[in-house]
């Protein structure tokens, strides 16, 4: 091999760690560490037609919490049994090591001889998730869990006065603030309907704080993600959410991270009023959730 042929080769194999180091580099700046994905919703990465699940860097490449599923399939595979791809939809790139061997000639006494050294190179192709595809034959794709509603929830966010729209665009949960909606992922992608309602609930909590409604500065003036005031509203959100799921006689498995939880355990350590003040904002998110009109007047303010 000449010198320029194995330049080139090593050009292409940093490239390829270049594109990976940038696609990282780009997650971590949304806010988003790949690696400490639980992957509860989606699942593992995988493709549907191996069954094989994807490891190591590209399991962290293929983390999206755009789709339903974390199920993916090659333009090749696709193509093979018959799918094709949804217009305007883009690949997600996975690498893998691909094996060469370098000869070299020497010699042996007079005889000639060539050492055969096995090497590998990174390289690359594209896959797609099945939510881009179309026509792939139902025994390729996940069972869909059958979903309910649930009237007891039903009725109480019919209740809400102002109700945000909800909708259900986004493979995650979040309440936008300057639109004005909530977004949820599919009801089946959760593994109860219970847990649905929770986050669900949730979200809306957090929709209490916009300026139509109860214009709370917890919302309103929401700084970064860590900061005092996000924790506080994450804690009105869900002390708000425990409080509905009373109401509607749920239990689910619905969580905080630890991050929250151990900004929470400093605020209470640091400030004795913190825990009031989320309590009675959580307390006047639920009333208005639920529309109630019987709150006397005369209640006192808990943090005098």
Request: charged share 25%; net charge negative.
């Given at each position: 091999m000449s010198t320029e042929t194995a330049n080139a080769k090593d050009v292409a194999r940093k490239d390829v760690y270049q594109i990976i180091n940038d696609r990282l580099i780009e997650q971590l700046e949304k806010g988003t560490a790949p690696w400490q994905q639980p992957w509860t919703v989606g699942g593992l990465p995988k493709n549907i037609i191996s069954k094989n699940f994807y490891r190591g860097i590209n399991m962290m490449l293929l983390f999206n919490?755009?789709?339903?599923?974390?199920?993916?399939?090659?333009?090749?595979?696709?193509?093979?049994?018959?799918?094709?791809?949804k217009k305007g939809e883009k690949a997600f790139m996975i690498v893998y090591w691909k094996p060469w061997e370098r000869k070299n000639k020497g010699t042996d006494q007079n005889e000639e001889t060539i050492d055969t050294k096995k090497k590998y190179i990174l390289r690359y192709h594209y896959v797609f998730n099945i939510?881009?595809?179309?026509?792939?034959?139902?025994?390729?794709?996940?069972?869909?869990?059958?979903?309910?509603?649930?009237?007891?929830?039903?009725?109480?966010?019919?209740?809400?006065?102002?109700?945000?729209?909800?909708?259900?665009?986004?493979?995650?949960?979040?309440?936008?603030?300057?639109?004005?909606?909530?977004?949820?992922?599919?009801?089946?992608?959760?593994?109860?309907?219970?847990?649905?309602?929770?986050?669900?609930?949730?979200?809306?909590?957090?929709?209490?704080?916009?300026?139509?409604?109860?214009?709370?500065?917890?919302?309103?003036?929401?700084?970064?993600?860590?900061?005092?005031?996000?924790?506080?509203?994450?804690?009105?959100?869900?002390?708000?959410?425990?409080?509905?799921?009373?109401?509607?006689?749920?239990?689910?498995?619905?969580?905080?991270?630890?991050?929250?939880?151990?900004?929470?355990?400093?605020?209470?350590?640091?400030?004795?009023?913190?825990?009031?003040?989320?309590?009675?904002?959580?307390q006047k998110a639920v009333d208005y959730i639920l529309n109630r009109k019987d709150i006397p007047e005369d209640v006192p303010h808990d943090e005098e």
């Open positions: 919490d755009e789709f339903e599923h974390n199920l993916f399939i090659s333009f090749k595979q696709l193509k093979d049994i018959g799918g094709k791809v939510a881009q595809c179309e026509n792939i034959p139902d025994k390729y794709l996940p069972l869909v869990r059958e979903t309910k509603e649930l009237p007891s929830c039903e009725s109480i966010v019919n209740a809400m006065p102002l109700c945000p729209p909800i909708h259900h665009k986004e493979q995650s949960a979040f309440y936008d603030f300057k639109h004005d909606f909530v977004n949820m992922p599919k009801k089946n992608s959760f593994k109860n309907d219970e847990s649905y309602y929770a986050t669900l609930f949730h979200e809306l909590v957090h929709s209490t704080g916009h300026e139509s409604r109860l214009n709370r500065d917890t919302v309103t003036q929401m700084t970064e993600i860590g900061g005092d005031t996000y924790s506080l509203e994450e804690l009105v959100a869900e002390i708000g959410t425990c409080y509905l799921q009373s109401v509607a006689g749920i239990a689910s498995d619905f969580q905080q991270s630890t991050a929250y939880i151990k900004g929470w355990l400093a605020k209470l350590k640091g400030d004795k009023r913190f825990i009031f003040r989320a309590a009675k904002e959580s």
